[in-house]
């Protein structure tokens, strides 16, 4: 089944970049092939690697004339389109560092970023993307220019920073006509080792840090991977993560154009699984979060379906899962069970894929947080060959993953070629390999605290197991102690308890303390039905929330997972919280991931409230709506016990 | 748009009594186009009469109604719809059980010229012609009113606050010179009337639509936020006109809404 070593893309030099690769790949294929598809108005149109090159070119010119040099930034800000990789791909041309911010962030982040990075440009897409720089323009003094594509909303905005990406490609076009060698002249000066990504990690600690990326480190990355799972040029992939997020830059761009696979982009974000579905990708890397939306789906649709066809769900899942861990166990399948999961299979899994935009997937790997075991044994019972992931954005995405029939569901499995991962005496996972970055920007200290000896010290705790897999434990200050001493990893009872499908998010406390107590997010539209369905009315999230018949749903569903745990690892209180984690409350970072400081400080009282004998906790706190204005709230939280 | 001087609708002293109620007594106005001009009152004033009698549905007893500097009293409401003017109702009228995209389709039916023979053939022009239709509707209407992700949904299935769009999203289907609007924020939530209130903006100033409105509406907030001009009706009688402050600071305008005079300087911030 291993396809390892079956790719030969362009050997990674110290010369070559990813621009150059860029035009090499758009010679190559021009007119011919399709490099990137977008659905609009409702049609997906397609844009050759000829049209892809000349837009490119028209922006990187178009963006010389307003002044941008060698090694100047330009920020970047909107959803996944096309115009937003050509600006992309225009600013590494010219031999410009891209920025990447993910479009839902608000304007202090922004502002931290662009004036932090002294980014010359801006890229939007549009009005909210405009109001955002225009708010921000007078403390970013580096700042010249803004970009924006869409002009929906903007028929009334005069402000001279602003100019349409049509004006820059106008410019450009006039500048090709002066100067035609300009453009290769500029990617050909471009060498491997200079800087093309500037990457701000969200951080679950402190303000963003900036990755330092090279060409090099990029391509690298890119390569390895594919040594492992070759992508073909004949491959769909649906871009619609945020840029901003390493696992997509690492699949759009250092995958995309050493392998040559078109890229398509969802018409708008509301309608990614939609679009998702009707391209059916061969290639797949989402966070946890998607995959556990996927499974929420599937199990609120069968709340909901007629008697037979749950019947002949339960029935499938069964065969699914059996197969699945002898598969897990590599154990040999035995043919009647060959014979039942294939009938299985027609029957409901392989529409159960289909639904989910999964019909013709060959790799799909999830990364960037931890993924409970359940939903891991979920994708494999219903035939998708999931695969964990383990990277960070200081090693260009990603340094170790699963191989295909070597799948264990507690492991993210073995580095990739080229890289070599250890573990230091006090437990925490190090790694070196072409692709580690080469320093945060303007952060010194923090660069000499990550990088030793050329190895990255990636902040977490796991070790390395007999079959040669990594097993990420947790972030080293996250792991808890318990009652009597051994180490925990929150994150696993969490991941658990998300498979319930009325759980949004858990945080789970218990670092020295005489017992585990949860923090639960309910998952609004399931809950909601369900309670709907129970004939009880709410108006709200903070009503519904609070409710003691969602209590006890909730109570259930803990309860079932403790079953399988150590008695000192069970959950034994908990509350549900009136609100969901938000990034814009800085309780998650904009991937999602639990600020776990944070939120320690921010819900003192109700911590306080799990660990004492009272049955409620008073709260009063301050919530931010999107568009930054501020409302306090105070109430009273329930703390339950789960009994059993 | 800029407001032009340009009077395009007339609606000229006009009564409209049902049995011994009378709804309207004597109204006169003039929209001019371009603009967005706004009816206000307690319920049961006569502003949905109002409505009624400008798009056809009723005939007033007396008074004249013009548009575009012709009389349009005899007309017919689809007589009317060609002509220019639609609407939208209070309570949602649209075909439940069928999808969005064929319920704004069908508010494009005015426009299509192929007949039942050359419609079943489906050749060359016709179906040319369709093409040409569904591009309006996905450019013009789906993206200015972002709806793009219920396009294939089944109406009777969609939350309120999507139906109200879906329902203006017909009603700009016929390509109107002038929308009438009744009561489009009723019911919404708070982030539904913003982006109802930024679409009837777009609707009147982007390039491609300029379309006069006419907006019945209770929302204080928004209709002195964006209406140039404002008309106050009360028991079918016109009580004030004018713009915005000079209409909230009418003492008529206070009595009528008794009580309730600080909801008219309320706004939803």
Redesign the interface.
């Known amino acids: 089944m291993s396809r390892a070593g079956s790719f030969e893309g362009t050997p990674i030099t110290r010369d070559l970049t990813i621009p150059k690769l860029f035009s090499q790949s758009a010679r190559k294929y021009w007119d011919k092939k399709v490099a990137m598809r977008e659905k609009e108005f409702g049609i997906w149109v397609p844009i050759t690697w000829k049209q892809y090159y000349e837009n490119v070119k028209a922006i990187a010119l178009g963006m010389v004339s307003l002044g941008l040099q060698r090694g100047d930034k330009v920020a970047m800000i909107g959803d996944n389109r096309p115009e937003a990789l050509w600006a992309e791909m225009a600013t590494m041309c010219v031999g410009g560092i891209g920025i990447w911010l993910f479009q839902d962030s608000l304007i202090d982040e922004v502002q931290y970023i662009i004036d932090h990075s002294e980014a010359k440009l801006v890229v939007g897409e549009g009005q909210e993307e405009v109001d955002k720089c225009l708010m921000i323009k007078a403390k970013c003094p580096k700042l010249k220019k803004m970009l924006w594509d869409d002009p929906k909303g903007l028929r009334g905005y005069d402000d001279p920073i602003l100019i349409s990406l049509r004006e820059i490609m106008a410019l450009g076009r006039d500048l090709d006509k002066k100067d035609p060698g300009l453009f290769q002249d500029m990617i050909m000066k471009g060498k491997g080792d200079d800087v093309c990504l500037l990457f701000y990690t969200s951080g679950t600690t402190a303000l963003p840090k900036g990755a330092l990326l090279t060409h090099y480190n990029m391509l690298t990355m890119g390569s390895n991977l594919m040594q492992v799972d070759p992508y073909f040029e004949t491959d769909d992939f649906v871009s619609y993560l945020p840029f901003a997020w390493i696992g997509e830059q690492m699949m759009s761009i250092s995958c995309g154009i050493q392998a040559g696979f078109t890229l398509n982009f969802p018409e708008e974000p509301e309608t990614a699984q939609e679009n998702i579905r009707e391209i059916g990708p061969h290639v797949m890397f989402a966070p946890p979060r998607i995959y556990e939306q996927m499974v929420r789906d599937i199990q609120v649709k069968y709340l909901d379906a007629s008697w037979s066809k749950r019947k002949a769900y339960e029935w499938a899942m069964k065969v699914g899962y059996h197969v699945a861990d002898l598969k897990f166990s590599k154990k040999p399948v035995r043919w009647h069970w060959k014979v039942l999961n294939g009938l299985a299979y027609l029957g409901v899994h392989k529409k159960l894929k289909d639904h989910l935009g999964l019909s013709r997937i060959r790799d799909t790997y999830t990364g960037g947080a931890a993924m409970g075991p359940d939903h891991f044994r979920f994708f494999h019972a219903i035939g998708v060959n999931l695969k964990q992931i383990y990277g960070q954005t200081e090693i260009a995405g990603i340094s170790v993953l699963h191989r295909d029939g070597d799948i264990k569901f507690d492991t993210v499995g073995k580095p990739i070629p080229g890289t070599e991962v250890k573990i230091t005496p006090e437990g925490e996972i190090i790694s070196k390999s072409p692709s580690v970055f080469i320093g945060y920007y303007k952060m010194p200290e923090e660069t000499t605290r990550a990088l030793r000896d050329g190895w990255l010290y990636s902040g977490d705790t796991g070790f390395i197991d007999t079959d040669g897999h990594l097993v990420v434990f947790d972030r080293t200050k996250d792991v808890m102690t318990l009652g009597d001493g051994t180490k925990f990893a929150p994150q696993y009872l969490e991941t658990r308890l998300k498979f319930s499908p009325f759980i949004k998010d858990v945080w789970a406390i218990g670092d020295r303390r005489p017992y585990v107590a949860a923090v639960v997010c309910i998952d609004y539209a399931v809950v909601g039905k369900w309670a709907e369905s129970q004939n009880l009315v709410y108006t709200s999230y903070s009503e519904l929330s609070q409710m003691p018949d969602i209590y006890e749903l909730v109570r259930k569903e803990i309860a079932k997972m403790n079953h399988d745990l150590p008695p000192l690892a069970r959950v034994k209180q908990f509350v549900n919280l009136y609100k969901e984690f938000d990034p814009d409350d800085d309780e998650l970072t904009r991937t999602r991931k639990l600020r776990r400081a944070f939120v320690e400080e921010r819900y003192k009282d109700i911590v306080s409230g799990l660990y004492s004998s009272h049955d409620h906790v008073q709260m009063d706190t301050t919530i931010t709506y999107e568009d930054g204005r501020v409302a306090r709230i105070k109430t009273d939280l329930r703390v339950m016990e789960v009994a059993g | 748009m800029a407001v032009t001087k340009e009077v395009q609708l007339k609606v000229d002293d006009i009564y409209m009594a049902f049995g011994g109620v009378q709804a309207l007594m004597g109204v006169s106005l003039e929209v001019r186009k371009g603009e967005i001009f706004s009816i206000i009152g307690p319920n049961g004033a006569g502003k949905t009469v109002l409505l009624n009698c400008i798009n056809g549905l009723y005939r007033p007893q007396r008074g004249h109604i013009h548009f575009e500097g012709r009389e349009i009293d005899k007309r017919r409401p689809y007589q009317r719809a060609r002509m220019g003017i639609s609407r939208t109702f209070q309570k949602i009228e649209l075909f439940k059980g069928t999808t969005v995209l064929d319920n704004i389709r069908l508010g494009r039916h005015i426009h299509l010229k192929s007949g039942l023979i050359s419609g079943s053939v489906y050749l060359g022009k016709t179906a040319r012609e369709e093409a040409e239709h569904?591009?309006f509707i996905?450019?013009e209407i789906?993206?200015?009113l972002?709806i793009?992700?219920i396009?294939d949904k089944i109406v009777g299935m969609l939350p309120y606050g999507l139906q109200k769009r879906v329902e203006l999203a017909r009603a700009l289907a016929l390509n109107p010179k002038i929308i009438l609007l009744d009561e489009p924020l009723a019911g919404l939530n708070l982030e539904e009337v913003e982006d109802m209130a930024?679409f009837i903006l777009?609707i009147n100033?982007?390039?491609k639509w300029q379309t006069t409105c006419v907006l019945v509406e209770h929302d204080m907030g928004v209709v002195m936020d964006i209406s140039h001009r404002v008309m106050a009706l009360n028991f079918g009688e016109k009580i004030a006109e004018g713009t915005p402050p000079e209409v909230q600071g009418n003492p008529e305008v206070i009595k009528a809404y008794l009580g309730e005079a600080e909801d008219l300087y309320v706004t939803r911030r």
């Open positions: 569904r591009d996905e450019r789906i993206n200015l972002e793009e992700h396009r930024r777009d100033e982007e390039e």
